[in-house]
Structures are given as C-alpha cells and as structure tokens.
C-alpha cells in the first residue's frame, strides 16, 4: 500500500527521487554511445538507407522547443533539417485551416516516414510546441543531401495529447491520444495503477478529420506501427504493458505481446516488430524528468515481435542500468546496426546486430 501511495505522490505532485546520470561517454556492454544529442526519442531511417532522420524532443508539455536533425553514421555528420528560418505556408498536405506552426516553439516527438501514392515521401511529426498537431512535412533527398519542407498540418480537437503517429499512403495517419491534457495526472494515475483506459487511437483524413477508431482504446497508448497491406495496427499500450494488434477492419483487438511498458517502434529487415521496452519501476523513471546533463540510466529491453503471432524474444538487455546508455525509446534498424534513442539524455547507441 505505500509503493501505491508513494507512486501515486509522484504522478500527482510530479516528484522524484534523485538520479545520477550517465555523464561519460564509454561503449559498453556491446553499445557505442554517441553523445551529441538532445532527448533523440524517436527515429526513422532515410529511403536511401545513409542516415537516420532524428527527432530531439522537448517534453510533453511542449515548454522546450526542440528539432529536425540528420544523422549519417557511420562518418556521424549530424545537421539541422528543420526548423532552419521561415516557414512558407504550402498546404498542400493537411488540413486547409491549418498554418504553420510557430519555429521558435516547435517541439517534436514521435515521427513517422511513409512514400505517398505520387512517389513524394512524406514525414509526420507530432508537435506539442504551442499546439497539439501532427505536421506534415515532405523529405527530399537529392544528390546525397536531405531537406525537410513543410506540406501542411493538423490542429488536434480539443483535449488532443499525442504521442506518436504513423502514416498513411493515401496522405492520412493515424496518432496515439494518450490521455485528455487537462486530466493528465490524475489520467495517468489511474492507467498506471488500475489500468484505466485513458487513451485511444485517432484517424484522420481530409475529408472527415480526427475520429476515434474502434477497439483502440487502452492504458496510456504510446508508440505505433502499421501492416504493411495497412489493415493491422500494432499499439503499444504503456501502462498495459503490451503491445496489441488491432484488426482495422473488424475494430477489434485479435492478439497481444506481453512486455514491460513498451514504448516506440520500427520494423526490421526480416519483417519483425522492434519494441523499446522499460523493465524499471516507474519511481526511476520519473527520477529522470528535468535531467539537466548526461543520461537516464533506467533499465530496458529491445524486444522483436513476430507480428503473425505476436510471440517475442529479446534482442537487447541492460538489465542492470546504466553506462553506456539507459532508457531506451525507439530502436531502428539501419545497414546491419541497431540503433537506440532515448527521451531523456543526451544520446544515440548503436549495437553491432549477428
């Protein structure tokens, strides 16, 4: 009863204990670290396959503004995509009643990459930066460099508190509303403890908007991935410490992958379903908000997912925490290397795959 009281202090008034983060730069337990980061939460890797587009994150409540970076390793050339200045106001993709988003607040987090039916590759950002949005923005890859440019927005409903998306190819996307922003607190009490059923999965096109899909509610939603033939959605309910696989099509949830808190995810080359997931209590992860320098060192798994029959194995463990690398969010798989991001630190890790 008092771990449930003590925790319950903790989302409420938004305490901690304190952390000692990871401040050195060291490989480790098969992990390079490269830390010239800033929260690299979420990942995906570029159609050419030479380099990762990376989104630094600035916290839910969307205080600190964050960015767009490129990064190329292995030579690790790392460059600012967006915002760089000015935003033209094309809205050609989105919403028509949107503009474009303030680049002094922009604040991204989960990030999706998907070519279009006209060929034009399309990337979605949600962005929590003095509005809750996904932005659409259309990546260009021409002679060996990349540039982001903005295509258009959508502006949430009211209540909107995202977290990560995934894009269709006929230009709409589907986004994790992890719980109502005024309740939060109390919200996420009530899907850590009890399991509530605080959050869903919004659709949106064009033509109807956002509307709440059919048998997506769950505790805390956070990443999300597709099928390829668009029919499944495989969403990761954090506080539900699962990942479950949604039949579009009949609105239902048909099976689930047991796992602590999973959080992003990618696919591999071999069709798996890549899944950061936190082994540790939650009082450790919440020791790490506001971490000024270094890294969290929290403890986590990188699972696979057969996604035909949701069965899992580990790919990855730091089961003892931290050095080189803890509390991972996302990881990606890029030319035969596994590479990890974090909410909450100051790197990228990257682990040589058999």
């Given amino acids: 009863m008092n771990r449930l009281w003590l925790l319950g202090c903790c989302f409420l008034l938004g305490c901690g204990e304190s952390v000692s983060p990871i401040l050195g730069c060291e490989p480790g337990s098969n992990l390079q670290p490269d830390c010239r980061f800033n929260n690299p939460e979420d990942m995906v890797p570029l159609p050419s396959a030479s380099g990762l587009l990376v989104s630094q994150f600035g916290g839910m409540d969307g205080a600190e503004p964050g960015n767009l970076v490129l990064y190329r390793p292995p030579a690790g050339a790392i460059e600012v995509l967006f915002p760089t200045g000015t935003v033209p106001d094309d809205r050609s993709w989105g919403a028509a009643d949107c503009p474009p988003p303030d680049v002094a607040a922009f604040s991204p987090h989960g990030i999706d990459l998907e070519q279009r039916r006209d060929g034009r590759w399309m990337l979605l950002v949600v962005n929590h930066g003095r509005r809750e949005s996904v932005e659409f923005l259309e990546l260009v890859e021409t002679d060996g460099a990349a540039s982001l440019r903005w295509r258009g927005c959508a502006a949430g409903p009211d209540q909107a508190f995202f977290n990560d998306v995934v894009a269709r190819r006929d230009g709409g996307f589907w986004v994790t509303q992890m719980m109502p922003r005024d309740s939060q607190r109390l919200d996420m009490l009530r899907a850590a403890l009890f399991g509530s059923e605080v959050g869903f999965v919004y659709g949106w096109d064009a033509d109807s908007g956002f509307r709440e899909l059919p048998g997506s509610r769950g505790p ?54 890549l899944v950061a997931s936190h082994t540790d209590g939650l009082q450790d992860q ?17 699972m696979a997912v057969n996604p035909a029959d949701m069965s899992s ?24 290397q596994l590479y990890l991001g974090t909410h909450a630190g100051d790197r990228i890790g990257r682990i040589s795959l058999p």
């Fill in 220 to 273: 805390f939603p956070n990443g999300i991935e597709k099928s390829a033939k668009e029919d499944f959605l495989f969403i990761n309910m954090y506080f539900g410490s699962e990942v479950r696989k949604l039949d579009l099509a009949q609105g239902r949830v048909v099976a689930a992958a047991k796992m602590p808190n999973p959080d992003n995810s990618s696919w591999s080359s071999s069709g798996e379903l």
């Fill in 286 to 302: 919440l020791a790490c908000q506001g971490l000024e320098a270094g890294s969290c060192g929290f403890t986590f798994a990188v």
């Fill in 313 to 336: 194995r580990v790919v990855y463990e730091n089961s003892a925490g931290g050095p080189p690398m803890g509390g991972a969010t996302i990881a990606v798989e890029l030319s035969g």
